[in-house]
């Protein structure tokens, strides 16, 4: 069965950088595209962008551009997602989700645990 | 960017239906998605492209879409179903995922 395995909670300083993992198994990676979306403690979801496994081309909202990164290695099945120069406005769950794409767009069927970062000052 | 407004909550007696809503600017030339996420967890998919169900998720779950709302219908209401209901659709016209605010869903 599909599962998307999450790396474990982090606590981080202000300024510091975060990488968080995404281990996908149960279907062949490089087939869905990879979305990564947060969840602040209490607030919605906010998607963030997602990333092609096959070629590694991704796309992020205009706010994340330049501090955040998305990565693969296809070679593992695993996703990235790296936060740099944090601020306590970045303490979230973060999630990895698996895409699938439809006529009007991507939708997400099977999503990870959750890596919740937390950033103290 | 496209906005999605959801209420921030509906309440429901057991046994009841409960039907949350989702507006956007001619939401109905969109497909729209429906996740469900109980605290402590991730979102689970209950309806996607505006009715269709995936495997596991109970038929008392539908979903309808037109002009400016599309709507969540959960029938005969159980304890189990009290969570948040997010209703989420792709922006064509800036290539971006969007998320309603989110509904809280109480069972009386």
């Known amino acids: 069965q599909v599962q998307l395995v999450q790396s474990g909670a982090e606590v981080k300083k202000s300024g510091a950088s975060v990488k968080v993992s995404c281990k996908a198994s149960?279907?062949?990676?490089?087939?869905?595209?990879m979305h990564w979306v947060r969840q602040a403690p209490g607030e919605g979801l906010e998607w963030m962008g997602w990333?092609?496994?096959?070629?590694?081309?991704?796309k992020y909202v205009q706010k994340f551009q330049g501090w955040v990164t998305m990565t693969r290695d296809t070679s593992i099945s695993t996703a990235f997602l790296e936060l740099s120069r944090l601020t306590s406005d970045d303490t979230a769950v973060y999630y990895c989700?698996?895409?699938?794409?439809?006529?009007?767009?991507?939708?997400?069927?099977?999503w990870g645990q959750g890596t919740l970062v937390t950033v103290s000052s | 960017s496209y906005v999605l407004t959801q209420p921030p909550s509906v309440s429901v007696a057991p046994g009841q239906t409960a039907r949350i809503t989702c507006g956007g600017n001619?939401?109905?030339?969109?497909?729209v998605h429906w996740y469900q996420q109980k605290p402590g967890q991730a979102p689970v998919m209950v309806v996607y492209?505006?009715?269709a169900r995936p495997s596991g998720i109970p038929e008392r779950f539908s979903g309808s879409n037109s002009g400016n709302t599309a709507t969540l219908t959960i029938s005969r209401v159980e304890a189990g179903d009290e969570a948040d209901y997010y209703c989420?659709?792709?922006?064509?016209?800036?290539?971006?995922?969007?998320f309603g605010g989110g509904t809280k869903l109480t069972v009386l």
């Open positions: 001619n939401i109905g030339s969109k497909s």
């Open positions: 492209d505006d009715r």
């Open positions: 990333i092609s496994p096959t070629s590694g081309g991704t």
């Open positions: 149960g279907y062949t990676f490089i087939d869905y595209y």
């Open positions: 989700a698996r895409a699938l794409s439809g006529d009007l767009g991507d939708y997400f069927d099977h």
């Open positions: 989420q659709i792709w922006d064509s016209s800036s290539d971006h995922v969007a």
